[in-house]
């Protein structure tokens, strides 16, 4: 046991146990080579530097929360574990892998998440907090043709970003980086900003036009609700047999389609978007490429943005800021048939606005204001005849910045145990973009989509 006096107690915010606690994230790296002893000792390092990721997470039943006791002084007892690293061997099993490199548009052959999970990790902070476990997992399955090193984190502690900054202090130990500690602090500057906001008079409208689509597109937490979102997820598995896919777009590829969005930009003069946009803009816009044209359906595309860049205006400690600093976004009102016939870069247009609709002080306001009005938590809402989106793009986190010594051969993504459906995250990888579709697209989608990657392997590109 850690004395109480050798610790602080860490506290986290309401976003950190606002549906994302009961989840836990995996990056999956998968190597040439691995130096296994190199990689855990740099894990024990960085919790040792790093004493947040030494913590363990526990429930304050005063304040009825999650909070994490972190051990800030003196020594560690011997049988203290800093982090929970496990192996396994499979000399005569080779991993399928796809070759890709700085011209390829290809899908990439999904490996199965048991080789970057140990069976024992666990997802949820209750528990993480019933089994007193390390917060960092690394586990590494040794395969005859590569290593594949999956790093799992509990969601209710970090977002993408904060994942990054574990991901920048494990690289740093392993690589002999200098690199600072982020700060930790017995308060939570996210919750009492927040607090402020939204016991304090609306700044601007109340409900500014990014929240109003936001509204429209999410619900309540009930058991309605929840039961409509459980069905949409079983639909989609059972009746579509959707199949979790990835697209790799090389960096040659990327920059072609960027610099032809930005010209017609430029020449129309209508605003800025970035790669980002111009690839959610791509991936949606290539899955409705058969069906898009006559689909009497809806579109409706939410997403996961963050809030540090707004509130660093004002305190510079939210631009390291590591728990979950996140509100979700949605697109204005659209059909599929608009979106397929639309150009990337109006699609991209729209996504940036909405973007920058929701990136101020009216919006994060407005939305603290209004989530407690419906009880204090939101989810997606899932509507007949609405195909229903969801995005997170992780590109900012630099969860892919870790060198394990050899080329990267794959990178992927896990949220567990649920995840809605029609869900894909933008993740950088040796220079391109994967875009992975990881809880599933219709055969269908996934036929149309190849139909794309083919047309930009011609030179042909069939989604301008």
Same mark, same amino acid.
């Given at each position: 046991?850690?004395?109480?006096?050798?610790?602080?107690?860490?506290?986290?915010?309401?976003?950190?146990?606002?549906?994302?606690?009961?989840?836990?994230?995996?990056?999956?790296?998968?190597?040439?080579?691995?130096?296994?002893?190199a990689l855990e000792a740099a894990a024990i390092r960085a919790a040792e530097e790093w004493r947040l990721l030494a913590g363990r997470v526990e429930w304050n039943a005063t304040v009825k929360s999650f909070?994490?006791?972190?051990?800030?002084?003196?020594?560690?007892?011997?049988?203290?574990?800093?982090?929970?690293?496990?192996?396994?061997?499979?000399?005569?099993t080779k991993l399928p892998i796809t070759p890709f490199d700085d011209s390829s548009a290809t899908f990439l052959e999904r490996p199965p998440v048991k080789l970057f999970r140990h069976s024992s990790t666990?997802?949820?902070?209750?528990?993480?907090?019933?089994?007193?476990?390390?917060?960092?997992?690394?586990?590494?399955?040794?395969?005859?043709?590569?290593?594949?090193?999956?790093?799992?984190?509990?969601?209710?502690?970090?977002?993408?970003?904060?994942?990054?900054?574990?991901?920048?202090?494990?690289?740093?130990?392993?690589?002999?980086?200098?690199?600072?500690?982020?700060?930790?602090?017995?308060?939570?500057?996210?919750?009492?900003?927040?607090?402020?906001?939204?016991?304090?008079?609306s700044v601007g409208d109340p409900c500014p036009p990014g929240l109003v689509n936001l509204q429209r597109d999410f619900t309540s937490v009930n058991v309605k609700n929840v039961l409509t979102l459980g069905? =949409?997820?079983?639909?989609?598995?059972?009746?579509? &047999?959707? @199949?979790?896919?990835?697209?790799? /777009?090389? %960096? +040659?590829? *990327?920059?072609?389609?960027?610099?032809?969005?930005?010209?017609?930009?430029?020449?129309?003069?209508?605003?800025?978007?970035?790669?980002?946009?111009?690839?959610?803009?791509?991936?949606?816009?290539?899955?409705?490429?058969?069906?898009?044209?006559?689909?009497?359906?809806?579109?409706?595309?939410?997403?996961?943005?963050?809030?540090?860049?707004?509130?660093?205006?004002?305190?510079?400690?939210?631009?390291?800021?590591?728990?979950?600093?996140?509100?979700?976004?949605?697109?204005?009102?659209?059909?599929?048939?608009?979106?397929?016939?639309?150009?990337?870069?109006?699609?991209?247009?729209?996504?940036?606005?909405?973007?920058?609709?929701?990136?101020?002080?009216?919006?994060?306001?407005?939305?603290?204001?209004?989530?407690? =009005?419906?009880?204090?938590?939101?989810?997606?809402? &899932?509507? @007949?005849?609405?195909?229903?989106? /969801?995005? %997170? +793009?992780? *590109?900012?986190?630099?969860?892919?910045?870790?060198?394990?010594?050899?080329?990267?051969?794959?990178?992927?993504?896990?949220?567990?145990?649920?995840?809605?459906?029609?869900?894909?995250?933008?993740?950088?990888?040796?220079?391109?973009?994967?875009?992975?579709?990881?809880?599933?697209?219709?055969?269908?989608?996934?036929?149309?989509?190849?139909?794309?990657?083919?047309?930009?392997?011609?030179?042909?590109?069939?989604?301008?």
């Open positions: 046991m850690v004395s109480a006096e050798n610790t602080m107690v860490v506290p986290l915010s309401g976003i950190d146990q606002n549906g994302v606690h009961t989840s836990s994230i995996t990056f999956g790296y998968v190597v040439a080579r691995l130096d296994v002893e909070q994490v006791r972190v051990p800030v002084s003196g020594s560690l007892p011997k049988d203290y574990a800093l982090v929970k690293f496990t192996t396994s061997k499979l000399p005569s666990l997802n949820s902070l209750s528990d993480y907090a019933s089994k007193k476990a390390p917060i960092l997992s690394l586990h590494v399955s040794l395969m005859a043709n590569c290593a594949c090193v999956g790093m799992t984190l509990p969601h209710g502690i970090f977002d993408a970003t904060g994942m990054g900054q574990v991901v920048q202090a494990l690289n740093s130990c392993l690589n002999n980086l200098p690199w600072t500690p982020p700060k930790i602090s017995s308060s939570s500057i996210l919750a009492e900003e927040l607090k402020r906001l939204r016991e304090s008079e069905a =949409s997820c079983a639909t989609e598995l059972l009746w579509h &047999r959707v @199949k979790p896919a990835a697209i790799y /777009l090389g %960096s +040659n590829v *990327v920059q072609e389609m960027v610099a032809n969005v930005k010209k017609q930009a430029a020449d129309e003069g209508k605003g800025w978007v970035s790669t980002g946009d111009i690839l959610v803009a791509f991936l949606l816009k290539a899955a409705y490429l058969d069906e898009g044209p006559t689909s009497p359906n809806a579109l409706t595309m939410s997403a996961a943005v963050s809030l540090r860049s707004v509130l660093a205006a004002t305190n510079r400690d939210f631009e390291s800021y590591t728990h979950n600093a996140l509100l979700p976004l949605a697109l204005p009102p659209l059909t599929v048939q608009q979106v397929s016939s639309m150009s990337l870069y109006e699609f991209a247009l729209i996504h940036r606005k909405a973007i920058e609709d929701m990136r101020n002080i009216p919006y994060i306001q407005g939305y603290e204001k209004w989530v407690p =009005s419906i009880g204090g938590a939101a989810i997606p809402a &899932r509507r @007949k005849g609405t195909d229903s989106w /969801l995005l %997170s +793009n992780q *590109v900012v986190g630099g969860v892919d910045k870790l060198d394990l010594g050899s080329e990267p051969l794959g990178f992927w993504h896990w949220m567990l145990p649920f995840m809605p459906d029609h869900v894909f995250t933008v993740n950088k990888l040796r220079g391109g973009y994967i875009l992975d579709g990881f809880s599933g697209v219709r055969p269908q989608r996934l036929k149309a989509i190849e139909k794309a990657l083919e047309g930009i392997r011609r030179g042909e590109p069939l989604v301008v």
